[in-house]
């Protein structure tokens, strides 16, 4: 009787959400990049998914910028996020032991890399760098990978000036996010700006993922009103991360939702992933050894 009982009990514990008294809780961290309704809305879905499997309470927060997310992380009252390849460099180096990287999104070709995209307003005049000489050029978050570290290192190697308003450009502007920069762009507040794209499909649809997307999305812009500028080398996608001393069967069962959920909700996973992406795969610390030399650089 003893044994039935005890088969009973294995069977129902691979069965059942995890117990309660692991985590109280489970609380998924939301990068800034757009507005925090569009971003509670886009993941509503994953944290009802999410919910569900862990049998506890879930929550998404969307601070106002992304060192809001890393702290949160930092701090134990985050336990999963999208981070940026910069963000991800930050936590990092802030405290190796805070987070680890599970998954990258994969785009519809295979790769998981992305731009950073300078554009400019068509009816502007401006097409390239050259033409930005003394205007004002908008960056997103100081933490943002295409929205500010790979501009601030390839730009100036393109235009062999700083940074530095003043110096080439009549004003370096941060705008607080992706979405600001592009509504910046659009509105004529700056002359030129930079945001992430896949760089795949169709500059009129906003390419098949990333902010212009969003915006396309959105309703926030035509993207035959804009014109861009300037690409980066290709950058590698920002991880999804757990906290590290989480259960290991909640990182278990996380990341195979995360993983399913292309096929088991396309529409959710679009929304979750800013656009059209073939899925997600595995990914580990060592991809972003580069992006992680590159923010100490900048800091030194």
Known sequence: MNKL?????????????????????????????ENAQDRMNNNECLRAKTEALLGVPTKLFAPADYNGVIQGLLGGTLDMAWLGASGYAKTFLSDPEAVEPILVKVNTDGGYGYYSVGFARKDSGITSLDDMKGKVFGFGDPNSTSGFLIPSIEIPEATGATMTSGDYFGEVKFTGGHEQTIVAVNNGDVDGGVTWADGLGEWEDGYQSGALRRAVDAGLVDMNDLVQIWQSKPIPEGPIVLRKDLPEDVKVKFTALMASLPAMDPDCAYGVLSGEAKGVMPIGHDAYEVIIEARKLKSN
């Open 5 to 33: 009982i005890a088969a009973v009990l294995a069977t129902t514990a691979l069965t059942t959400p995890v117990l309660a008294e692991e985590i109280k809780e489970f609380r998924i961290g939301l990068l800034g990049g």
